[in-house]
């Protein structure tokens, strides 16, 4: 049996980094518009338009199992691309139960992965981890090709998160300033580098607009919350023994029409959320840091406020989600019991995945901020 080794061809004498790409392969040998066929045309477009030109453009060769040219038995050349390989890209389109498994695999080694999938079709186990999502458009895909370029240009550059369960076994934090055991990098002499006030000034910039964002999906919420009150009795009435199937549907259909907007707006103002979240990560771990190398020499005025008001910030989002679980919940009954309610539904479930992958980056802050602020009171005591 012959091992593989997944490292690619040299280029210029160096070789380049691999890109294993694990997804829904489908079968190329069923009929035409079989469900193996098309599984197998979605999964070829996705890999030559996305996945193929975006890993050109950063540097890396890409293969997927069906591509795989040494002989040997496929399972072991899996496991051992998807142990080995630089990158994983990784299209969860469906959630496929090998790429799971696949995946699952990843990222308990803790390997750089990257995840995208085809927008409505992700599952729900891993909406917490950040997804490229796109749409089967020609402009969709475009998209797609470019937001997977950027993530592996700079997780190339500048290192890729690690997954949650991988953090879980090696008892890491959710947000990771630096390698392990390696002083954060000062900005040393660059006179263009942002000082400690001006990373706060930028921080709560952004946190200002966060917080409009947490207030509109508040709006959105007291929506949802007024629909669900408003026809609460009309389902418990129409649900009730003997009232005729047709009355059960007509009142859940009027109900699902009436929290579609709510529910589509909660999920964009979480995404929004979510997103700006995202971005000043870095400025608030950079601004941790230099506010715990100061912390031997008196602090810094305002740092006990700004990092109290990181603390504030994930205890408002833990408890956003908190109401948002509960009408999922809820939901989750109603729509097995109709259709027209499953959208809305899914919209309530995604707006839970983007705030719950928001609360993961607030976690970090929040373990950072009080463990700073405990110090701070021992040292003052």
């Known amino acids: 049996m012959n091992a593989v080794d997944p490292a690619p061809p040299a280029r210029d004498g160096a070789p380049a980094r691999s890109c294993f790409v694990i997804g829904p392969i489908g079968d190329r040998h069923q009929d035409e518009g079989s469900p193996g066929r098309l599984a197998y045309e979605e999964a070829l477009e996705i890999y030559e338009k996305v996945v193929l030109p975006a890993c050109s453009a950063a540097g890396l060769e890409p293969t997927r199992a069906d591509l795989i040219a040494q002989p040997g038995e496929i399972t072991e050349q899996v496991c051992r691309y998807v142990m080995h390989a630089d990158v994983v890209v990784a299209d969860v389109t469906g959630g496929n139960p090998n790429v799971m498994y696949e995946l699952g695999i990843r990222h308990l080694l803790g390997r750089p992965t990257v995840q995208l999938g085809e927008h409505g079709r992700l599952p729900f186990d891993i909406a917490l981890i950040r ?73 709560e910039a952004d946190m200002g607009a966060m917080g409009e964002d947490m207030n509109a999906m508040t709006r959105s919420i007291n929506d949802l919350a007024e629909v669900m009150e408003e026809y609460g009795p009309r389902i418990q009435q129409a649900w009730s023994p003997g009232t005729p199937a047709s009355a059960n549907l007509a009142v859940t259909k009027r109900m699902a029409g009436a929290l579609a907007a709510p529910a589509g707006e909660l999920r964009e103002r979480a995404d929004r959320f979510a997103t700006h979240m995202e971005q000043i990560d870095q400025a608030v771990g950079s601004a941790l840091d230099l506010l715990q190398r100061a912390s031997g020499l008196g602090g810094i005025p305002g740092g006990d406020a700004f990092v109290g008001e990181l603390v504030g910030m994930a205890a408002s989002v833990r408890e956003g989600l908190a109401v948002l679980e509960q009408f999922r919940a809820l939901l989750a009954v109603l729509a097995g019991m109709s259709a027209p309610l499953r959208q809305p539904a899914e919209e309530i479930a995604r707006a839970i995945g983007r705030v719950g992958e928001a609360m993961v980056r607030a976690d970090g802050w929040e373990r950072r901020g009080t463990a700073m602020l405990q110090e701070r009171l021992t040292r003052t005591v």
């Open 131 to 203: 997804t490229i999502q796109f749409k089967r458009t020609r402009s969709g895909l475009v998209d797609a090709r470019k937001e997977l370029e950027e993530a592996l240009r700079t997780g190339l550059r500048t290192g890729f998160g690690i997954p949650t369960p991988a953090r879980v076994l090696s008892g890491a934090s959710s947000w990771e300033p630096s390698e392990a055991g390696r002083e954060p990098e000062s900005d040393g002499d660059d006179p263009d580098a942002p000082g400690l006030f001006e990373r706060f000034a930028a921080v």
